[in-house]
């Protein structure tokens, strides 16, 4: 009996330890927002008539959804998986009204994650493209 109370003593012990030390690198390994550098990266909408607008961005956000927001160039709003963009530079695409959304691709390929959850990389190249369904 004595040594059963022990050996979870012990595992218990283990396992605060594990915790506090996860705890102390993740604290310290993240950087505040104020201390990040500044990266720079571009975006190329691509409308309807197939026209171009390259914009490129400095900002110390760290996805690219925060920093279009940040900037004025989507607008949208959250839903059940995340931002829907339905504005890029002041043209609207909303599919339930007009068939049309706003697609993006990273390295021209459908990205599998959305704006607000896509790091930053400046090597990359993002495209909000309107599209037909």
């Known amino acids: 009996m004595k040594k059963s109370v022990l050996q979870l003593s012990s595992l218990f012990l283990c396992i605060l330890l594990i915790a506090a030390s996860a705890l102390c690198i993740t604290s310290c390994t993240s950087v505040p927002e104020a201390e990040k550098e500044p ?34 160039i989507i607008e949208g709003d959250e839903g059940l998986y995340g931002l829907y963009v339905k504005k890029v530079l002041g043209v609207f695409a909303e599919y339930e009204t007009t068939g049309t959304y706003w697609a993006f691709y ?3 390929e459908y990205a599998p994650t959305g704006v607000e959850m896509t790091a930053i990389d400046p090597e990359k190249t993002y495209e909000l493209r309107v599209e037909k369904a």
């Not at 990266?39 to 760290?62: A, C, I, N």
């Open 39 to 72: 990266v720079t990266f571009s975006v190329t909408v691509v409308f309807e008539d197939g026209q171009k607008e390259t914009k490129t961005l400095t900002t110390e956000k760290s996805t690219v959804g925060d920093a279009l927001l940040e900037a004025g």
């Open 106 to 108: 990273i390295d021209g």
